[in-house]
Each structure stands twice: as structure tokens, then as C-alpha cells.
């Protein structure tokens, strides 16, 4: 069944080919974004972002609307996972922007259909939300700071 579906898939492509080559073009700029991503593709840990920062962030959680009711960081806007795209004109360029979800995992792909569409000012949280409450939340890097050793 799996080889039939495949086959009426590629076929598909075939018979479109204003659907393959929308393929091709989206397969074009992943490749090439993937060729100069920065390694951790703009991920960013809870410890490296000091509570006056968040002030000046653009911060999305991509949770589902009842995760973000039931808790969120401060100042967060919800913007599901699977619509950044479709709601991209909210998110400013010209400025930091920073998104989460409860793991990371659904805002990296978020995250990285929002790099490839052109913003490079874009983290993602990583360990997500949990690990950001796990660390300390908004006084994560204070914490961090203060867990270092003094010479």
C-alpha cells in the first residue's frame, strides 16, 4: 500500500509541474540554508538570556492556545507551531525574536521554516518551556551566573 501511495505521489509531480518545481525551489533554499545554518541552528539556552532581555524580544510560544492560557512566559504571544508561516506578518524583523514550545522539538521546526523564510533574528528556546521553568525561569541566567565558580 505504502509503494502505492508513493508511486501516485510521484506521479503526481510529474503529471504538476508547477508543483514540482514549487518543490524543487522550497528543496533549493532548505540546502541552502542548511549549508551556512550556524551549528544548534539558533538555538538558545534559558541561562544565556538575562530577565531584561525578554523585554526587548519578540517571544512566541508555539504551544497550543489551552498550554499557553494554563502558563506562559511574560510578555509571550501564541502563535501555534504550525501557523508561523501563515501568520508571519505579526513577527517583526528588527528585532530579537525568540520561540518555545514544551520541548523544543515542534518550535525547531517552527523555527526553522521561519529562518528559511528569512529571519535571522530568530532562537529557539531550547529544552523549551520546561526546561526553561526547571532553570529558574526569568532568573535562569542569574542563577547560572551565580552558580560559577568566583577566581
Known amino acids: 500500500m505504502k509503494r502505492i501511495l508513493v508511486a501516485l505521489a510521484l506521479a503526481s509531480l510529474v503529471a504538476n509541474p508547477v508543483m514540482a518545481d514549487n518543490k524543487a525551489i522550497a ?10 545554518v550556524d551549528y544548534g541552528g539558533g538555538t538558545i539556552f534559558a541561562e544565556q538570556i538575562p530577565a531584561e532581555e525578554y523585554k526587548k524580544m519578540f ?27 501563515a501568520q508571519k506578518d505579526k513577527i517583526p524583523k528588527d528585532k530579537p525574536v525568540l ?13 526553522f521554516a521561519l529562518r528559511v523564510a528569512g529571519y535571522e533574528n530568530l532562537r529557539i528556546l531550547q529544552g523549551g518551556y520546561e526546561e526553561w521553568k526547571t532553570k529558574g525561569g526569568m532568573d535562569a541566567y542569574k542563577k547560572a551566573v551565580n552558580r560559577q565558580p568566583k577566581h
Open 99 to 111: 520561540i518555545y514550545c514544551n520541548t523544543g522539538s515542534l518550535s525547531a521546526q517552527a523555527g
Open 59 to 85: 517571544v512566541i510560544d508555539a504551544r497550543d492556545k489551552a498550554q499557553f492560557a494554563k502558563s506562559h512566559i511574560p510578555g509571550a504571544v501564541n502563535i501555534e507551531w504550525r501557523q508561523v508561516l
Open 27 to 36: 528543496i533549493d533554499e532548505m540546502t541552502g540554508y542548511l549549508e551556512f
